[in-house]
């Protein structure tokens, strides 16, 4: 005998959305890449930080 599991509106309404339009997992894997997996270019980084120009404390003079 298996127990009923509650679904909220959401999940129930996102789960039937997936199901059906498959393809947006993969846009969603795609834009995940796009932003978050990608290699970090550290000298790149260290140079932005140590180029960057100082803003004066109040600049409307």
């Known amino acids: 005998m298996k127990v009923n599991e509650y679904v ?3 999940d129930a309404f996102f789960g039937k959305l997936l199901d059906e339009h498959p393809e947006m ?3 969603q894997r795609r ?3 796009i932003w978050w997996d990608h290699t ?3 000298e790149a980084e260290r140079l932005a930080r140590t180029d960057a120009v100082p803003t004066p404390a109040y600049y409307y003079h």
């Open 25 to 27: 997992v993969e846009d």
């Open 31 to 33: 834009g995940w890449n």
């Open 8 to 10: 909220s509106e959401f």
């Open 40 to 42: 970090v270019d550290l």
